[in-house]
């Protein structure tokens, strides 16, 4: 069953301290994107990945990084220098063939601070 | 900075009836847009995309472009009460090997039965 896949679906930050979103997909897309949405709010780009081993950083970059070491994953990791992170966090990917440009979303995960 | 700009609504029409929610862009170069909706709590799903002027109709959803006046429109006939969402419009930003979409803020959609 072919999709993309984020997890945990709802995970707790503590003062100070790094947490790693989770994203995975087996639908063989080269591109995918990281987005973060706030109540009542559009998307918001974090960053991006065209290839393995390739990232680009979006319009809201500071206080995340990412890897992509395998085309599959592309995880996100909320760094304490993130002071406002409580927000919804989306991974989409993007097929480079005939469909042009179109992103497929996964199910997001929920990040909050204690 | 290139926008793409909807009315937040809520935007409420009665059950059957014609639901119209429109979007506009600002940057020319854009070549590929798409309505996404997002019901409460849940995770974008596309409904329509559309490259060319014109109409382009799948089911109920009919897309509309114009690239003339950078303009991007969605119609739901026969609206139900499980069209109520939250409907997001998006704009390539085309750029050499970079592929971006930009996102509207949404338009809240209520069907009322």
């Known amino acids: 069953d072919g999709g993309i896949t984020q997890s945990p679906k709802y995970l707790f930050r503590k003062e100070g301290q790094n947490v790693t979103l989770s994203c995975e997909q087996n639908l063989n897309h080269d591109a995918m994107y990281w987005y973060r949405q706030d109540p009542g709010q559009g998307l918001r780009l974090i960053y991006y990945s065209q290839i393995v081993n390739d990232f680009q950083k979006g319009d809201i970059a500071e206080g995340y990084s990412v890897s992509r070491e395998k085309k599959e994953s592309f995880p996100l990791t909320v760094t304490s220098a993130q002071k406002n992170p409580t927000a919804f966090y989306l991974c989409a990917s993007r097929d480079r063939g005939l469909a042009k440009n179109i992103q497929y979303f996964g199910a997001g995960t929920r990040l909050s601070v204690l | 900075q290139k926008e793409v700009e909807q009315n937040s609504g809520p935007l409420s029409v009665p059950e059957g009836a014609i639901a119209s929610l429109n979007c506009t862009y600002s940057d020319r170069g854009s070549q590929s847009f798409f309505w996404y909706r997002q019901y409460s709590g849940k995770s974008p799903e596309l409904i329509m995309f559309?490259?060319?002027?014109g109409d382009k109709e799948d089911g109920r959803f009919t897309a509309q472009l114009n690239k003339a006046s950078q303009y991007v429109s969605l119609l739901i006939r026969d609206s139900q009460p499980s069209d109520s969402a939250t409907y997001l419009c998006?704009?390539?930003?085309?750029?050499?090997?970079?592929?971006?979409?930009?996102f509207g803020t949404g338009t809240l959609l209520a069907v009322q039965p």
């Open positions: 559309i490259y060319s002027n």
């Open positions: 998006a704009a390539g930003a085309e750029g050499g090997a970079t592929n971006k979409l930009i």
